[in-house]
């Protein structure tokens, strides 16, 4: 049995040529027999021991700080913020790296929940006032933005150079507002980098938009840059 | 000898926990096949009792604060029944319980390696010497042992654990980076699925085709698959606007050093043309690449490339810094020059040797590279028992690059019998239709 157009010899019962994948004619009607099984692999869990390691220097960490704070003034003092930072860097860094299958969707919320009180403890602590103008809704909006990103790349099977083109045209936005909080709270002059920002994350993200849009362009960028 | 409980990865080895990803790793393949299915207890049987003899084989990827090393293990790896595609992703869970897998599927046996055990030679060696125990264990047959099966009732050698690159590193450390090379590509398969096409041919008439064009099969090989990519990037690439074609060729140190050790003793070399300088044919792409060939790998010149590794290795700054930073840096110098000057793998196992009992059980036994982190096909030869297998995988949909190799073959008189694992498990059929 060969293929008319390769000139390849084919296992007997080959339907169509490996190769070229031109249709065989197989009249007697045989099935070739398979090199390999059906069987496909188990998607097994694989944990890195990296995020027990970090767990561990994590705490160690915590209890180390706590120790030479109580030592040398009897209280936690500046000890405070740093196990505050701590507790966050688990949270975002750590936390995640012990499920199975961390489904952003969930921890992106966490993350933002446990950044704002963060933010709002530093405020606090400090005596600032920037908390409710500045850091709460620039928190606030990033944490919105960067979950309905993870869950339209999760949930939708299709369109993710859309998506990204978006996200990077809304952050484009953002970075505008960015500037205005600031301007509002700490009195610094308006559009002074926003713009450029603005400016480049709109390229940028129209072009992934048109990648997105158009099939034969997107089927050029997935083949040249091996997607 | 005392039992040895670890090993320091070889100077080849250490590169590859560093490049490992979360859906790419480097392994390969070497695999058997019998005149008679494969009995799975009595393969367990051989793969314990193989054991002692190939304490660098059985082994789980460890992490040490500055380098990852190689730990024995106590129990051996269960075997398995082979998946849909072979190189299936090896995480590092199951690194951590043992760096080398043992599958079979009807008449054949496949021994899968993580790369920073051994390399092809090493590979293949432990591959006859199971396929000897289990025929032993199985019918009983007495094997004149020999250097490519292994007598396992042996105590291992010093030199066959020995780590050959630093024993022969030169004195001066020479590398040479060109421009780089033109990239292949392709739309990635969803999942982990790699496509295999295996060319069968008769290695007396490979090797005499060969040679009328002046060249050792590899040379030919590799001329032949230069042709056909210099011809892919023409109909991609505007004319003066090509990049430097090379294809990445294995050299097997052992014999340039007499060394005999079953680890890593492996350099590649890229070997190529710049299309730009103008057409070349067939005869003058196998001229370049043996003449190339001829030049570089050389004892002095390779002593040379093994110390810059080697010196790398040593440095005293660079053995203080933590293994995660050290890899971050080794992932970057990979990206950005270990892949980037050939385009793809032709990794010539050459003639593989069996003692007459053994001979009269396999039919065939054949050798797999699986594709690189950043480029899609790679191709790998062995030869036995009068039959030379070409198998080439890939990740990616399509299939051009092999259609055109293998037709330009057929085209210069091999004739050649094309199998593929896509008429396999209907899951793996769906996979690459759905891909195309």
Redesign the interface.
Same mark, same amino acid.
């Given at each position: 049995m060969y /293929?008319v157009k $390769? &000139?390849?010899?084919?296992?007997e019962g080959?339907?169509k /040529?490996?190769? $070229? &994948?031109t249709p065989v004619w197989n009249p007697d009607g045989l099935s070739?027999e398979?090199?390999?099984?059906?069987?496909?692999?188990d998607k097994?869990?694989?944990?890195?021991?990296?995020a027990a390691f970090l767990t561990v220097l994590t705490v160690l960490a915590a209890v180390a700080v706590s120790a030479v704070c109580l030592v040398l003034y009897g209280r936690l003092e500046w000890g405070s913020i740093v196990l505050a930072a701590l507790l966050l860097f688990f949270v975002i860094a750590v936390l995640p790296f012990w499920f199975r299958d961390p489904n952003p969707v969930i921890f992106l919320p966490i993350d933002t929940v446990a950044l704002e009180l963060f933010l709002l403890f530093l405020c606090l602590r400090t005596g600032g006032h920037w908390f409710m103008s500045f850091a709460f809704p620039c928190a606030g909006i990033m944490g919105i933005i960067g979950t309905a990103t993870a869950a339209l790349l999760k949930y939708l099977r299709k369109g993710r150079y859309i998506v990204i083109g978006g996200l990077q045209i809304i952050l484009g936005a953002f970075c505008i507002l960015l500037e205005f909080f600031q301007h509002i709270t700490f009195d610094t002059a308006m559009f002074r980098w926003s713009l450029f920002a603005t400016i480049a994350l709109f390229v940028s993200g129209t072009f992934l938009i048109c990648v997105g849009l158009f099939r034969p362009l997107r089927?050029f960028v997935?083949?040249?840059?091996?997607? | 000898m005392k039992k040895i409980r670890w090993f320091r990865l070889d100077t080849a080895a250490l590169i590859f926990p560093a490049i490992k990803g979360?859906n790419w790793n480097n392994l390969f393949r070497v695999s058997a096949t019998l005149k008679e299915e494969v009995d799975p207890s009595v393969l367990q049987t051989a793969v314990i009792n193989l054991m002692p003899r190939f304490p660098s084989f059985y082994v789980k990827l460890r992490?040490g604060l500055f380098w990852n090393y190689l730990q024995n293990i106590d129990s051996p790896p269960a075997v398995r029944?082979?998946?849909?595609?072979?190189l299936?992703?090896m995480?590092?869970?199951?690194m951590?319980t043992c760096c080398l897998r043992v599958l079979y599927?009807k008449n054949r046996i496949a021994a899968e390696f993580f790369h920073s055990v051994s390399d092809g030679t090493g590979g293949s060696i432990y591959l006859r010497t199971l396929v000897g125990e289990y025929l032993r264990l199985r019918h009983g047959i007495t094997i004149e042992y020999n250097d490519s099966v292994l007598d396992p009732g042996d105590k291992p050698k010093v030199y066959e654990l020995e780590d050959s690159f630093s024993k022969n590193a030169g004195k001066i450390a020479g590398r040479e980076l060109g421009r780089k090379a033109y990239?292949l590509?392709?739309?990635?398969e969803k999942g982990?699925f790699k496509h295999?096409?295996?060319?069968v041919t008769d290695s007396g008439i490979l090797h005499a085709k060969a040679r009328e064009h002046g060249g050792t099969v590899t040379a030919f090989l590799a001329g032949v698959m230069l042709q056909t990519i210099i011809e892919i990037q023409s109909e991609e690439v505007p004319e003066g606007k090509e990049k430097p074609v090379r294809i990445t060729i294995p050299v097997n140190m052992r014999r340039l050093f007499g060394s005999r050790t079953l680890r890593n003793f492996v350099l590649t070399l890229n070997l190529g043309v710049d299309p730009r300088t103008g057409p070349y044919t067939l005869d003058e792409l196998i001229g370049n690449i043996t003449n190339q060939l001829a030049l570089k790998a050389t004892k002095q010149n390779m002593a040379a490339e093994i110390a810059s590794n080697v010196g790398l290795q040593k440095n005293l700054f660079i053995r203080a810094v933590p293994i995660?930073i050290k890899h971050i840096f080794m992932k970057m110098g990979y990206s950005s020059y270990g892949e980037q000057l050939g385009c793809i793998n032709i990794s010539n196992l050459g003639v593989v040797e069996c003692p007459d009992p053994l001979k009269d059980y396999i039919d065939r036994i054949e050798f797999i590279i699986g594709p690189q982190q950043?480029?899609?096909n790679n191709c790998s030869v062995s030869t036995f028992n009068g039959k030379t297998f070409i198998n080439m995988i890939r990740n990616?949909g399509g299939?051009d690059l092999?259609?055109r190799f293998?037709?330009k073959l057929?085209?210069l008189g091999i004739?050649?019998?094309?199998?593929?694992?896509?008429?396999?498990?209907?899951?793996?059929q769906c996979t690459a239709s759905s891909a195309?």
């Open positions: /293929c $390769c &000139g390849v010899k084919l296992q080959t339907e /040529c490996p190769l $070229c &994948g070739a398979s090199t390999y099984s059906s069987r496909m692999p097994t869990f694989d944990r890195d021991p990296f089927e997935n083949r040249v840059f091996y997607i | 979360n992490k029944e082979d998946y849909a595609y072979p299936v992703f995480g590092s869970a199951e951590r599927y990239r590509s392709g739309i990635r982990d295999l096409i295996t060319a995660d950043t480029y899609p990616t299939s092999e259609r293998l037709t057929v085209e004739p050649l019998s094309v199998e593929s694992n896509d008429i396999g498990g209907s899951e793996s195309e």
